[in-house]
């Protein structure tokens, strides 16, 4: 049982190009979401589903674009990076209660 | 708009000496408060779930403690491997709110042996 599988770990990129941020679940959950996490400011919240076909915005959706076609998948795309698009990703996905969230490794981004 | 504040930002503590982590909230309307640890380099873990005022949840050294205002995460002669960052989480009410999680900034906790 994987959990939450994000790739790639390390991602360098420059400025105005663009990439794909994959995330798989193996647990048949309902809910996934992306999250930034930058020094000093927590975890904020980007995009999120509810379920296939299903997404919205969270916090800090701008400059970020998400589509869920099926329960396991939940990639994140960059448009067009940007220095401030530098951070940690994560991706979480929990089940229809919701009594807790299963976090990925993790996404380390940086836009020069 | 939800919000969350974790205080203190860093705590330097001995082996065994306890101590507390507080997390205040404010919320629309309260669905579950969480706890998670994270490791350097790893994604959140996670730690306990809190649903009402006055609930408490206990594993090995860590105990969590729930108000209306605030939760409170104890622990108990800790260990070197307690060194991590906490984070605090709330979950507001309604029917989107299930995949959506409000973050305070984390407790950077060090214990010296």
């Known amino acids: 049982n994987a959990g939450v599988t994000q790739t790639p770990k390390f991602q360098v990129l420059k400025t105005g190009q663009s990439m794909t941020l994959q995330c798989a679940q193996d647990m048949n959950h309902e809910y996934m979401s992306w999250y930034r996490q930058d020094p000093g400011m927590g975890l904020r919240l980007i995009h999120y589903s509810v379920g296939a076909g299903i997404t919205d915005q969270g916090e800090v959706p701008n400059g970020y674009n998400v589509s869920r076609s099926t329960t396991e998948d939940f990639p994140l795309r960059l448009l067009s990076a940007a220095p401030s698009q530098t951070s940690v990703y994560f991706c979480?996905?929990?089940?229809?209660?919701?009594?807790?969230?299963?976090f990925g490794q993790g996404t380390r981004l940086t836009v020069v | 708009e939800d919000q969350v504040t974790q205080s203190p930002e860093a705590l330097r503590l001995q082996e065994g000496e306890s101590s507390s982590l507080n997390c205040s909230y404010t919320v629309s309307g309260l669905r579950g408060l969480f706890w998670y640890r994270q490791d350097p380099g790893k994604g959140p873990e996670f730690l306990f779930t809190?649903?009402?005022a006055g609930e408490e949840k206990e594993k090995e050294r860590l105990k969590a403690t729930l108000t209306k205002k605030e939760s409170f995460l104890h622990i108990t002669a800790p260990k070197p491997e307690d060194s991590a960052t906490y984070l605090c989480?709330?979950?507001?009410?309604?029917?989107?709110?299930?995949?959506?999680?409000?973050f305070g900034q984390g407790t950077i906790l060090t214990v010296h042996p």
């Open positions: 979480a996905s929990s089940n229809y209660g919701g009594t807790e969230a299963f």
């Open positions: 989480a709330v979950q507001a009410t309604g029917g989107t709110s299930y995949g959506k999680l409000t």
């Open positions: 809190l649903y009402s």
